[in-house]
């Protein structure tokens, strides 16, 4: 006896669930990930978010968390061939970092405050993924050395190149509203009415004098900060951490990054790297007593870690991000 069309679709569709149930978990999630690879191809994002979501955090999966993390910045607006074809060589123009503000993300308005907006929060959840990558918990310390105790060198060397040039982008992003920087990437030159990320009347002396006395561009007052980074707002601390968290782990990958790429369109790169090290070693001479916050990755830390508070934060901007962008 011939089935008839419903009786043939729902014997397909049992011997499908059949089929899917004998799968094991590994052979689900290397299906998932070629499934979601194919959706990225034609940024179809949010497909590949829920596809990946919908089997659960792979935290040990290398290759897992690098779909999940671009399916994520791909939601952003983040695009590799974007960075390289045409942002990475804009980097240090105008000198020394300032070119991240004229990046194509950088420039895309955004949702008042910074850390509200949809794309600069699915950025941050790309970044989050490989950051914490193996499963490291949000009170440890996110180095790349901590996420060896996971991965062999290829697939944590990988995560870290994914990881240096998100968050290139993602600094990019944050520099430009905070900076209040125009559209050249110059400094106090937006919209906005701030010539300084923060607000530092509250620094050490040493700190003041710099940026009143010394410090290069814009910024010149200690008292024109961005609304989003007064002194006295509720959030301030948070802010303050999200920017130094991204610069130290920056810091932490793209030296190796540089080093396995070597040279080529990086050069730049390399440049920014070396010049943002002889400012943050300025700020350690300047403030001896600066301590964690000068190494922290944990926003977590951060935020709860006694020995930073937002006095240690704002001289880590002023010595360290007034001066990479002016």
Do not use: W
Not at 140 to 146: H, V
Not at 227 to 237: M, N, V
Not at 304 to 324: C, K, P, W
């Amino acid at each position: 006896m011939s089935l008839k069309p419903i009786q043939f679709l729902i014997i397909a569709c049992m011997i499908f669930i059949v089929s899917a149930c004998g799968k094991s978990k590994g052979q689900e999630v290397k299906d998932a990930v070629r499934s979601a690879n194919i959706l990225l191809s034609t940024k179809q994002c949010q497909q590949a978010i829920d596809l990946l979501e919908g089997i659960g955090r792979q935290n040990r999966d290398a290759n897992y968390l690098k779909v999940l993390s671009s399916s994520y910045a791909c939601r952003a607006g983040y695009s590799t061939i974007t960075f390289f074809g045409t942002d990475i060589s804009k980097t240090a123009t105008p000198s020394p970092l300032g070119g991240v503000t004229t990046y194509a993300t950088s420039q895309i308005a955004v949702t008042a405050p910074l850390v509200n907006d949809s794309n600069y929060k699915d950025l941050q959840e790309a970044i989050n993924i490989l950051l914490y990558a193996g499963g490291i918990s949000a009170s440890t310390e996110p180095t790349a050395s901590e996420r060896t105790k996971y991965f062999s060198s290829g697939p944590a060397g990988d995560i870290n190149t994914e990881l240096a040039f998100m968050m290139m982008v993602q600094l990019g992003k944050f520099m430009r509203v905070y900076a209040n920087a125009s559209i050249a990437g110059v400094k106090g030159g937006g919209s906005a009415a701030n010539n300084c990320f923060t607000d530092y009347s509250t620094t050490p002396v040493a700190i003041q004098t710099y940026v009143t006395s010394v410090l290069p561009g814009a910024c010149n007052s200690v008292s024109s900060s961005h609304t989003q980074l007064a002194l006295g707002l509720s959030g301030r601390r948070v802010r303050l951490c999200q920017g130094v968290v991204l610069m130290n782990s920056i810091l932490d990958v793209l030296p190796s990054v540089l080093a396995a790429a070597g040279g080529g369109s990086t050069t730049d790169l390399a440049t920014v790297t070396s010049q943002i090290n002889t400012q943050k070693a300025f700020l350690i001479t300047a403030y001896p007593t600066i301590g964690p916050t000068a190494t922290v990755m944990s926003q977590y830390n951060c935020e709860n870690d006694g020995s930073i508070d937002v006095n240690t934060l704002a001289s880590y901007y002023a010595i360290l991000f007034e001066g990479i962008i002016q």
